[in-house]
T-cell receptor, first 116, second 117 residues
Framework: EPEVTQTPSHQVTQMGQEVILRCVPI?????FYWYRQILGQKVEFLVS????????KSEIFDDQFSVERPDGSNFTLKIRSTKLEDSAMYFC??????????????FGPGTRLTVL | AQTVTQSQPEMSVQEAETVTLSCTYD???????LFWYKQPPSRQMILVIR??????QNATENRFSVNFQKAAKSFSLKISDSQLGDAAMYFC??????????????FGKGTHLIIQP
């Protein structure tokens, strides 16, 4: 069964550094998403992406964040200058388009980002 | 904005028993989707079950079923014949059907389910 994959599984970085988190969505899916989960808290929506552009973004997704689909398979989240509070689990998700629009979102295993 | 509330931070059940996890939500929309996701210690988010608001019939997936009460804005998850592998955090989530797919999921804070052997 196809799965969403994410790399790396764990990323450690110094405050102020740039990080790129990578995702490979399920191949016939057309909507892609990033979420984050700070330890012990609920999962929060960051951004959705469709047809090579951002569809929706939350207030969390500020100018420090950007997303890109650099080729036909990868979907990336870049954090330009990491802060301590960016430490979290970052989940990628994707969904196909069904008869009533976007279908169920399937999540990747997550990337744990630790900012020191 | 939509909100999702899970009022039970933690629940405990004996193996083979039945447990019900509660979820309420607030929305002014009439067309939406509701989901239960399971997050084991590995922190992977696994879909358990989904419900489309326009369907009156409650969704069922093997030992998992929901009680969807649209007027009350309630969406509880029942797990029958609980197994040790069911131990996890369970998150209730809402998504609007309005945006065609652009909208992200709105999650509750989760319920930690403990299975007693």
């Amino acid at each position: 069964e196809p799965e969403v994959t994410q790399t790396p599984s764990h990323q450690v970085t110094q405050m102020g550094q740039e990080v790129i988190l990578r995702c490979v969505p399920i191949s016939n899916h057309l909507y892609f998403y990033w979420y984050r989960q700070i330890l012990g808290q609920k999962v929060e929506f960051l951004v959705s992406f469709y047809n090579n552009e951002i569809s929706e973004k939350s207030e969390i997704f500020d100018d420090q964040f950007s997303v890109e689909r650099p080729d036909g398979s990868n979907f990336t989240l870049k954090i330009r200058s990491t802060k301590l509070e960016d430490s979290a689990m970052y989940f990628c998700a994707s969904t196909k388009i069904g008869p009533r629009g976007a279908d169920t979102q399937y999540f990747g295993p997550g990337t744990r980002l630790t900012v020191l | 904005a939509q909100t999702v509330t899970q009022s039970q931070p933690e629940m405990s059940v004996q193996e083979a028993e039945t447990v019900t996890l509660s979820c309420t939500y607030d929305t002014s929309e009439s067309d939406y989707y509701l989901f239960w996701y399971k997050q084991p210690p590995s922190r992977q988010m696994i879909l358990v079950i989904r419900q489309e608001a326009y369907k009156q019939q409650n969704a069922t997936e093997n030992r998992f079923s929901v009680n969807f009460q649209k007027a009350a804005k309630s969406f509880s998850l029942k797990i029958s014949d609980s197994q040790l592998g069911d131990a996890a955090m369970y998150f209730c989530a809402y998504r609007s059907a309005r945006g065609g797919g652009a909208d992200g999921l709105t999650f509750g804070k989760g319920t930690h389910l403990i299975i007693q052997p």
